[in-house]
């Protein structure tokens, strides 16, 4: 049996497009959501802000010796975080008390008003692009095989750089990606439209389906953290099965294949 | 000096975190990109305020314990501090600009003179927090139709007692539309007692569809223009401060 490659126009341009925008407005959502968060390093199980009974909280103290120290705080478990969250760069040349430090922050200072309008313009850049994907997103749709062969697909995982370069996604590929795009950006948008409270005039349910505004703040933080995880995985998996081949076919389209023969 | 692979991986990963942080910060003191990120401003306007829904209202046990102060300092002039003292005899609101009928208004005339409003509303800060209040005070649709604005009149703005300390007062404003919002309020009591200094003694604004900063406390003068700029600026402290002036999101 013989191993052709074969070229395969894989992405048409919408989708290449939408892809880097996206990536990008998702990447500035971060980064200014970090700097909003700043602004109130709390989040709180409820509709309004239980200020004594914080779900996650950011925060900065003194050590005994008098040097700063930086935490976080998931329920009632500490986690020292010095010169990172909570006490770290502030992007003025020094450390001060600050959530996210400034390497991760839009912009690099301390500026919620800055912050909100990036985040807000990116909002309406991920949402053009989700607007225009819209006719290529229902190819991700896991079909009934797609989940048969899951388990085989997760195996042939263990070693991603002997996955064959197949001319369709793998089941694997085509749930995370359904996930990523039909759950967890979906929960994003409307717990982050939940915040708003002209938004919430409109839609009293909305915030209530988080389980109030606050709570909203907690799905929209975990949420991030959910396509910061992706995000991570997705580049490994890019850089192992064949970096070159796979950038290449997201910017012009074109996908190489192995083939069987077939004579 | 021997790296491990996974600090390798980390040091890239805030390298580059701190490469995007740094052109994107560089990119916001730039004019071209800073109108572009003012520009949903006006979608958001568009979109969320020609028709204006009602915000929800609690019920008397999803008050707050506390309202959270936030803001500046309570004004610290001698006359505020001496209204304080007297239970706000002296004190009076102005409405003026473009009325026809520019009134002074003390607080029982305030109480008595229109309808008391209720509302049970969450509060929405700009910095993410969130706590619900119980308001009693005034529409302000039912005091600004005691004064008859003319019809040029655009804007309301609310002109307050308390700065920045660098001698910044703090203002606010609202269009004739948002100002006739059946639950823009001009409150007098919060939680059934007469709003504390720390919260706005002893008139502020209320408008729970937009973000808290709208909200202006320790209102003294209100004044109906035909458009903002010039001294009134972008019409709001924040506003000035690059915050938006159409606070819905």
Redo the contacts between chains.
């Keep these: 049996m013989e191993i052709r490659k074969t070229r395969l126009y894989r992405h048409p341009l919408p989708v290449r497009l939408t892809h880097w925008l996206s990536a990008l407005a998702l990447g500035v959502l971060a980064m200014s959501g970090m700097q909003i968060f700043n602004a109130h390093p709390a989040l709180y199980a409820s509709d309004a802000s239980q200020f004594n009974h914080p779900v996650v909280k950011f925060g900065a103290g003194t050590n005994p010796d008098g040097t700063p120290v930086g935490y976080v705080d998931v329920g009632s478990l500490r986690v020292t975080t010095t010169h990172v969250f909570g006490y770290g760069p502030d992007g003025m040349g020094g450390e001060s008390p600050r959530a996210f430090p400034s390497w991760a922050t839009i912009p690099k200072y301390q500026d919620l008003a800055d912050g909100r309008r990036w985040h807000i313009l990116f909002a309406w850049v991920l949402v053009a692009c989700g607007a225009v994907y819209s006719y290529w997103a229902f190819r991700l749709r896991p079909s009934r095989s797609d989940i048969h062969e899951l388990p085989h697909t997760l195996k042939s995982h263990l070693i991603p750089w002997k996955l064959p370069r197949a001319s369709e996604l793998n089941p694997l590929q085509k749930i995370s990606y359904f996930a990523i795009v039909f759950i967890v950006v979906p929960i994003v948008v409307l717990s982050g439209l939940a915040l708003s409270p002209s938004v919430d005039a409109w839609a009293h349910w909305l915030p209530q389906v988080f389980g109030g505004r606050q709570f909203a703040r907690i799905w929209h933080f975990g949420g991030m953290i959910a396509l910061i995880a992706f995000f991570v995985v997705h580049l490994g998996m890019v850089a192992l099965t064949g970096l070159v081949n796979n950038v290449r076919s997201m910017l012009t389209g074109w996908f190489v294949v192995d083939q069987e023969k077939t004579s | 000096m021997k790296m491990d692979r996974r600090s390798f991986v980390g040091l890239v990963a ?1 390298a580059s ?2 490469g ?3 052109i ?2 560089s990119l ?1 003191e730039n004019e071209t990109v800073r109108r ?6 006006g ?2 306007l568009a979109l ?2 020609a028709a ?5 209202e609690y019920t008397v046990n ?1 008050v ?1 314990g ?1 309202f ?1 102060q936030n803001g500046f300092d309570p004004p610290s002039s001698d006359e505020y501090q001496r209204w304080g003292k007297n239970g706000w005899r002296g004190f009076t609101l102005r409405v003026d600009g473009m009325v026809n009928r520019p009134t002074s208004y003390d607080m029982p005339a305030l109480r008595r003179k229109f309808v008391r409003r209720s509302q049970i509303t ?1 509060h ?9 209040g119980k308001w009693n005070g005034v529409l302000i649709a039912d005091l600004l139709a005691d004064c008859r604005p003319k019809p040029l009149a655009q804007f309301v703005v609310f002109h307050c007692m308390d700065d920045d300390g660098a001698g910044n007062a703090y203002y606010e404003s609202l269009n004739m539309r948002q100002a006739a919002h059946p639950q823009a309020l001009l409150a007098y009591d919060l939680n059934d007692r007469p709003i504390p200094v720390k919260n706005g003694a002893p008139l502020r604004v209320k408008v ?4 808290g900063y709208k909200s202006a406390k320790y209102v003294r003068r209100i004044e109906l223009v035909a458009s903002l700029g010039g001294a009134l600026g972008r019409g709001g402290y ?1 506003e000035d ?4 002036w159409f606070a ?2």
């Design positions: 805030i975190l701190t995007c942080s740094r994107a910060t916001n572009l990120l003012r520009a949903p401003e979608l958001d969320l305020g204006q829904p009602l915000a929800r999803d707050s506390d959270r969450r929405d800060c700009v910095e993410g927090w969130s706590v619900i729970p569809t937009q973000l924040w401060r690059d915050y938006e819905g999101i």
